[in-house]
């Protein structure tokens, strides 16, 4: 959430200045001075905006315009979770309100504190990445840096898993979270869930990732566990400090955090993670983390998180390819809703190319049988 990442808010997403600063001043204490609203541009679902008002600053987060589907982007959900979360969790924010009062903003939506760090996208410079010699790595010098070194890469990558098996090791029900979701049959819920949602939204043909689609119906695994799961935890969704990569400052959008089975969690995970036989397009897509995706392969997160977990991947290739095809749905379901009119964000206009690829990346890893 670096103030670097905020534009102008996007035409037909414009909040109400005067309406949004009346309710804020009414309801958080020692809010005075004129507002200003910039919007976090990343993110294809809920919208994230920075509100600066007076000496203070905030994020508001809200559903997406032209929403139908309430439980789908459930902001009091959201806002009750990371009231719980974040006492035990350090990289979840503080939530700070939650306003049920649609003629704010034109839906219910909740504040939060503003957390700052790095989001490592595309290829890191020498002038936004971090000095690497905080990693106490005895081969690298002052200047070493995500660009030129692996061991540095690593380092980041191994703190991106570790961060991950953490929270999959928190107690959820002493934190008051075990009603969020029912572990049992958990997988068996997630590939017929996705599997409707696919079909429910879709515009094109795709036919391998039809065929991706029948095999994981058709091998569905037991739960391998029950844990909190972020369910889209990846690298444009983490915040690290910019002094020390092996940190983390934020772990954001926990609008699908729920109570399921923790390898389906890192098979999404896994699912954004390209590589080069993917294509240049797929790599440079401007969300992904290049600088790591070219450098680090996907089994060796694999490996890591076995290691930090002691849970066992074995069968990773079946999580890795309901991961792909989760996040294919996803696409699809943003694009059905800019076909339909709903959105206006022309970055959704070339999401059927996207769903298609994501399709050929799955049928291929099932076909050679591995990640």
Known sequence: MDKAETRSVRPGEELDADKLAAYLQS??????????????PGGSSNLTYLIAIG????????????????SAHDMGREFNVLSKLSAVYPPAPKPLLFCEDESVTG???????????????????????????????????????LNSSQACRE??????????ADLHALDYASAGLADLGKPEGYPRRQVEGWTKRYFAAKTDEHSELETVIGWLNSSIPPESGASLVHNDYKFDNVMLDPQNLRSITAVLDWEMVTVGDPLMDLGTTLGYWMSADAGEDMMNMPFNPYVLMANIPRRLLAD??????GR?????????????????????Q??????KGMTRDTRFAGFASIVGRLGTIARRAVDRGRV
């Not at 997406?64 to 589907?69: D, L």
């Not at 066992?312 to 699809?332: E, P, R, W």
């Open 27 to 40: 309801e958080l204490p020692n809010v005075a001075g004129p507002i200003s609203i910039k919007q976090f």
């Open 55 to 70: 000496d203070a600053e905030y994020v508001l987060r809200r559903p997406p315009f032209g929403n139908t589907v309430k």
């Open 107 to 145: 839906s219910e939506f909740y504040m939060m504190e503003r957390r700052n760090g790095l989001i490592i996208r595309g290829n890191v410079s020498e002038r936004h990445a971090s000095n690497c010699s905080t990693l106490n790595i005895a081969d690298l010098n002052s200047r070493s840096d």
């Open 155 to 164: 380092e980041v990558c191994r703190a991106f898993v570790r961060n991950l």
């Open 304 to 309: 890591m998180y076995a290691e930090f977990s």
């Open 312 to 332: 066992d991947v074995s069968n990773i290739l079946y999580y890795y390819v309901f991961g792909t095809f989760k996040i294919a749905v996803i696409c699809q």
């Open 334 to 339: 943003i694009y059905a809703r800019f076909v």
